[in-house]
């Protein structure tokens, strides 16, 4: 019902930036969060950002909170995440979904829809 098209992944420098992007189409979008994930080479998926419908309400991980800025345009059905100051732990593929409520619910519910990913590998 939902489909998440990332893009705006790459190769970046330690301390650089980048910026990811997401389309969503589907009857339904405008009810869901939108948020981000990551997986890291040989690690689990990590929760990163979780935006409310409205877009007024945005929730990070402890890891990017101060260098990564979520947004929705609600009228494009668009979510960005804005990723400043990266890290070499900050390289993994991104993935945009849809319900991101285990970001801040211990028992919350796992993402509903996923985008195919997209990578971001930082490097010096």
């Known amino acids: 019902q939902v489909e998440l098209a990332e893009s705006g992944g790459g190769l970046v420098q330690i301390g650089g930036s980048l910026r990811l992007s997401c389309a969503a189409s589907?009857?339904?979008?405008?009810?869901?969060?939108l948020g981000w994930f990551r997986q890291p080479p040989g690690k689990e998926r990590e929760g990163v950002s979780c935006?409310?419908?409205?877009?007024?309400?945005?929730r990070y991980a402890d890891s990017v909170k101060g260098r990564f800025t979520t947004s929705r345009d609600t009228a494009k059905n668009t979510v960005d995440l804005q990723m400043d100051n990266l890290k070499p732990e900050d390289t993994g593929t991104y993935y945009c979904?849809?319900?991101?409520?285990?970001?801040?619910?211990?028992?919350?519910?796992?993402?509903?829809?996923w985008g195919q990913g997209t990578q971001v590998t930082v490097s010096s």
């Open positions: 589907g009857p339904n979008v405008g009810y869901y969060e």
């Open positions: 935006i409310s419908r409205s877009g007024d309400q945005a």
């Open positions: 979904v849809a319900n991101c409520r285990s970001l801040y619910e211990t028992n919350g519910p796992s993402p509903e829809y």
